[in-house]
């Protein structure tokens, strides 16, 4: 049996606010590969900020097992490369390629990619022809070795929401609604209609490559991911431990299930095509598991995840009775760490600082709303639990109340067992800051001043 190839297509910053998921922005490609794959309903990044996000899917290990404490261009890096998915495949066989952004170390090459094309920050315009044109170029060609290609999108992220509006249009803010945890506002909706304009742009891009890959016929041998790193970059979502923050799309596409397609080759796992839609909880850890197990792998011994492909077929109902997540370094130092369950979220903060960090937050209308009605004065509680059926937008902290007592002990109890388990070194004391690595100051307002 021929190994498939991996296509990992990856966006900045869109959360799970788009179309497949009940949103209104429209993403016609993200619907349609919707119903053709399987669509992840609950899915959750490790952690809430760029880079971490991203080495906790690419190890298969939390931030701080793989050691990502912090963003590549704070001076950051992944102490464990040789962890990387890249090497695994291109161990194995893979021709390895990225194209676009990573955002884990500085040096690509030192996590088993053989070529990069387009480095930097690029627009999805210059991304998705070089993306095009690999596949035409792999189909067109002989070829001994399945390919792991790794396109990245720097859109949805707000660097790209205003750039040349004679290129990107705005959205008409008129007839947006901003998202859940924000008022309904001229100005948050304007900010609505700027990240509404960037998901069109990153869809129309990747519906590129997706029709690249189903015209060349390569979609029958193909196992894409399309996912994102984490939340939007709005207040209390992106370096948040809500699930506004860490809740991000997940769609997953088996070999043959393009639209030229016929299913899944004998030997494959199947599962992966149909429309179908998944509501039990799975996170980016078991996105590597999963990888192997379609492309015939073994396992690495430090992969935390588990594996999707029992959770499609139908074999269990349940993957995981609690996911985990945590915050290191952002812009300034903000430690925290949290645990879900399908009814409780329950969130520590180490900073002891009792007020947001505002500069953890990107700039923006919506953050200039908060600021202006007073979210500097916000307390934030060293202890937080909240009921996600009864209080799903996390604004209503049930610590303090002796009623959920005992559902307070077990959701302490359970984050404390992981972080024992996992070696959190949280639990000895702060994190500290690598040499030559940046940090915020905690009374900043913005990013920019770091």
């Keep these: 049996m021929t190994r498939p190839n991996i296509l990992y297509l990856h966006s900045h910053d869109t959360g799970r606010y788009i179309q497949p998921f009940g949103h209104a922005v429209p993403m016609p490609a993200y619907q349609r590969f919707a119903e ?64 676009g952004i990573q955002h884990v170390v500085k040096e690509p090459v030192r996590t088993g990619y053989e070529q990069r094309i387009a480095g930097g920050i690029r627009s999805a315009e210059e991304i998705a022809p070089h993306a095009v ?3 035409r170029a792999y189909a067109g060609g002989p070829n001994s070795r399945p390919f792991f290609l790794d396109v990245g999108f720097w859109e949805t992220h707000r660097v790209f929401l205003l ?14 609604l901003p ?5 309904d506002m001229p100005e948050t909706r304007r900010d609505m209609a700027d990240f509404k304009a960037g998901a069109r742009i ?13 015209d060349t016929g390569l979609a029958e041998n193909t196992l894409v991911i399309l996912t994102t790193d984490h939340g939007i970059a709005f207040p209390h979502m992106k370096c948040n431990l809500t699930d506004h923050g860490i809740g991000v799309l997940l769609i997953v596409r088996g070999p043959g299930g393009g639209d030229n397609g016929a299913g899944s080759r004998t030997g494959w796992p199947d599962g992966f095509s149909g429309g179908k839609v998944v509501d039990a909880m799975v996170t980016h850890l078991d996105v590597f598991p999963t990888i192997c197990d379609v492309a015939g792998i073994e396992h690495p011994d430090w992969l935390q995840g588990r594996s999707l492909v029992p959770l499609v077929r139908g074999e269990v109902d349940v993957l995981h009775d609690e996911v985990f997540a945590e915050v290191n370094y952002h812009v300034p130092y903000e430690p925290q760490r949290a645990v879900r369950t399908t009814r409780w979220k329950y969130i520590r903060r180490y900073d002891r600082i009792g007020k947001p960090l505002l500069a953890n937050c990107d700039d923006g209308p919506s953050k200039d709303v908060w600021l202006a009605h007073g979210w500097s004065d916000q307390d934030t509680a060293p202890e937080q639990l909240y009921d996600l059926v009864f209080d799903p937008v996390e604004r209503h902290n049930l610590a303090s109340d ?25 639990l000895e004391g702060p994190i500290p800051t690598p040499p030559g690595a940046r940090v915020g100051d905690p009374a900043s307002v913005s990013p920019r001043s770091a």
């Design 163 to 176: 750039a040349n509006p004679s290129v990107r249009p705005a959205e008409d803010a008129r007839y947006c």
């Design 36 to 99: 053709q794959g399987v669509l992840f309903r609950q899915n959750f990044c490790a952690g809430p900020t760029c880079s971490p996000s991203r080495a906790a899917l690419l190890t298969g290990q939390y931030p701080h097992n793989c050691g990502q404490f912090g963003l590549v261009n704070m001076g950051f890096e992944l102490e464990h490369p040789e962890r990387h998915v890249a090497w695994t495949l291109r161990n194995a066989g893979n021709a390895t390629t990225l194209i």
């Design 133 to 135: 044109e690999f596949l």
């Design 202 to 214: 990153l869809d129309a891009h990747v519906g590129q490559v997706l029709d690249a890959l189903d």
């Design 179 to 183: 998202p859940a945890p924000l008022p």
């Design 402 to 426: 002796t009623r959920y007592a005992a559902v307070l002990d077990e959701m302490r109890a359970r984050l404390d067992r992981w972080m024992r388990d996992t070696n959190d070194p949280l």
